[in-house]
């Protein structure tokens, strides 16, 4: 009989991975070889307890699993370790909630948008509103600061406006907050410019739009 027999090799290398503190990421290699194969996982070149299987899972990352992982393979016949594979792990950026808000047609409605950022240094954060947002919002993409006249034709209305924060070269770290702004009925009187005659009875027209339903 002949039996061919082989050193481990690593086919497929662990990659780095870039994390959100609190979820689940994996890294894991693919190895072929002889059987039976036994696997190490270091961090930072040193021992990790327990992680003997090609993967390695992190159940909720922390700060403090920013490292360099790699694997040490080895069979009866050799042995062969992987690359150093970075793990990156970020705190997601957090909106405060914005409490829902009335507004009046024409009246500027302007405020700032307040974002805990946890990381050291800070995420170079852009603000940005989602889709579905009035045509005539906006926010400061720096700044964070909501703009927001109502026009005449958008009251009344309830308008559902969600504002999000995304790092600008980690997109993974974002999130989003949803507010509403109801826009009130208005009443709006114009009058008109007509020459008066001393002494004479003079009538001045007058505009009355409305689009709330007015009595009598």
């Given at each position: 009989f002949l039996f061919v027999v082989a050193p481990p090799r690593i086919l497929v290398q662990p990659q780095d991975l870039l994390a959100v503190?609190?979820?689940?990421v994996s890294m894991d290699a693919i190895v072929e070889g002889t059987g039976p194969m036994r696997y190490q996982?270091?961090?930072?070149?040193?021992?990790?307890?327990?992680?003997?299987?090609?993967?390695?899972?992190?159940?909720?990352?922390?700060?403090?699993?920013?490292?360099?992982y790699y694997l040490a393979v080895e069979n009866d016949f050799g042995s062969t370790i992987s690359r150093v594979a970075q793990l990156e792990a970020f705190v997601a950026p957090v909106i405060e909630t914005i409490p829902d808000i009335l507004a009046d047609v024409l009246r500027p409605l302007v405020f700032s948008v307040t974002v805990t950022d946890a990381n050291v240094p800070p995420l170079n954060l852009v603000y940005s509103l989602a889709p579905g947002a009035p045509t005539n919002a906006s926010i400061h993409p720096v700044k964070g600061e909501f703009h927001w006249t109502p026009t005449r034709s958008q009251a009344p209305g309830t308008n559902l406006i969600t504002v999000q924060v995304t790092d600008a070269t980690r997109p993974i770290l974002n999130h989003a907050v949803s507010f509403t702004v109801e826009v009130n009925d208005y009443i709006e009187l114009t009058l008109g410019e007509v020459p008066l005659l001393v002494g004479g009875t003079n009538n001045v027209p007058i505009d009355l739009v409305s689009t709330e339903e007015i009595a009598g």
């Open positions: 503190v609190g979820t689940s996982w270091h961090r930072n070149g040193s021992v990790i307890p327990g992680a003997t299987s090609p993967m390695l899972t992190f159940p909720s990352v922390q700060l403090g699993d920013r490292a360099g």
